[in-house]
């Protein structure tokens, strides 16, 4: 392979055996990952044709924008196992490909955010795009959703098992997607513009902690949670087949949600009051529209929402409500009962009007 009678070769023809620079040779030399068999007479470096492999396995692992530590942590490990096939794929290079991958799937969900943001600004009419730079500006890419996780966490009761809360967390805050559209990024800017206002800035809004929690402590709470979460499941099924509200399985288990956490009889006056409670609640509509849309596929129907999901069942209880008497104002009349315990408001309506 080289010219010379022992079989080592010089720097200089390293480098040009492999097409790379001298100095190239010299940096992994200093840096220990390319060794040298020898020094000449007159100190110059001299390599084995072991060196020719040992060079190709860094600029391969070099070219996958690997560190020098992680190709160090990869040629060590390669040494340890010996020269046999397969040398040199264990668990340091498996970390370090999985760890590269990482860093370029978020690379390239930035880079795509940025491209939806750049179309959605360059689409609009003139007028608008100083507001849209405003909204989506205000927006990291890829974007985070800790925004809308502190939202929340000042809604939910205080003091709920940090189970219940991550399980409500993971249903009421939407995920950003991986290859947005435009109107997506709209929507989710807008959605952290909503949650990032302060707490009560509207006409008429009324004190940040919604003024049910005190109706319930903290375990209690989480029941209730854990009740209209799977009531939520079922009423989400049934949206995405079209179906309108009816009595059933998930309505069912909405009123027992209630019900349960006040140790309280699913009656049909606990109903009627129910009912009433609910249609009174402040109403936070545009978070849940907003969310259906950053989460819904392009051209398909909106993807159920905890916010959809507790319409439906409230209009499935109203309407039970209004057939069982026979008239449309059952609902109205039921709010005043006398015996009316106090009822714990659900997460869609768990903030201050904010229209």
């Known amino acids: 392979m080289f010219s010379s009678h022992d079989g080592l070769c010089t720097i200089g023809e390293l480098a040009e055996h492999l097409g790379v620079s001298v100095k190239t040779v010299r940096f992994y030399s200093d840096r220990g990952l390319l060794p040298e068999a020898s020094h000449s007479a007159g100190g110059h470096r001299r390599y084995g044709p072991d060196a020719v492999e040992r060079l190709g396995m860094i600029r391969s692992l070099r070219g996958l924008d690997l560190s020098v530590p992680e190709v160090r942590r990869i040629l060590d490990e390669q040494d340890a ?107 989710f800017a807008r959605l952290h513009a909503f949650v990032t206002r302060p707490c009560g800035g509207g006409v008429g809004a009324g004190s940040c902690q919604p003024r049910a929690h005190g109706g319930a402590g903290a375990r209690a709470s989480a029941v209730l949670y854990a009740g209209l979460a799977e009531a939520y499941d079922l009423a989400g099924a049934e949206l995405r087949r079209g179906a309108e509200p009816f009595p059933g399985e998930a309505l069912d288990g909405f009123v027992d949600a209630y019900a ?22 402040p109403r936070i509509d545009r978070y849940w529209e907003l969310t259906a849309e950053v989460i819904s596929a392009p051209g398909g129907p909106p993807e159920p929402t905890p916010g959809s999901a507790h319409d439906w069942l409230l209009a499935a209880l109203e309407g039970q409500l209004e057939a069982a008497s026979g008239h449309g104002g059952a609902r109205r009349g039921a709010v005043g009962e006398a015996s009316a315990p106090p009822i714990k408001r659900g997460p869609v309506g768990e903030a201050p009007a904010r229209r």
């Open 81 to 187: 196992q010996g020269a046999r096939e397969g040398a040199g794929a264990g668990g340091a290079l498996e970390d370090a490909v999985a760890g590269r991958l990482r860093v370029l799937g978020s690379e390239l969900a930035a880079l795509r955010w940025r491209e939806a943001a750049l179309r959605l600004v360059q689409e609009c009419p003139p007028a608008e795009r100083p507001g849209r730079l405003r909204l989506v500006g205000a927006v990291a890419a890829p974007p985070s959703t800790a925004s809308l996780a502190r939202f929340w966490r000042a809604w939910l009761p205080p003091r709920m098992p940090a189970r219940s809360v991550a399980a409500f967390l993971e249903a009421a805050v939407p995920p950003p997607p991986d290859d947005p559209r435009p109107a997506q990024v709209l929507a």
């Open 260 to 281: 349960s956490t006040y140790g309280l009889r699913d009656t049909p006056g606990f109903r009627r009051v129910l009912a009433g409670r609910l249609a009174d609640d």
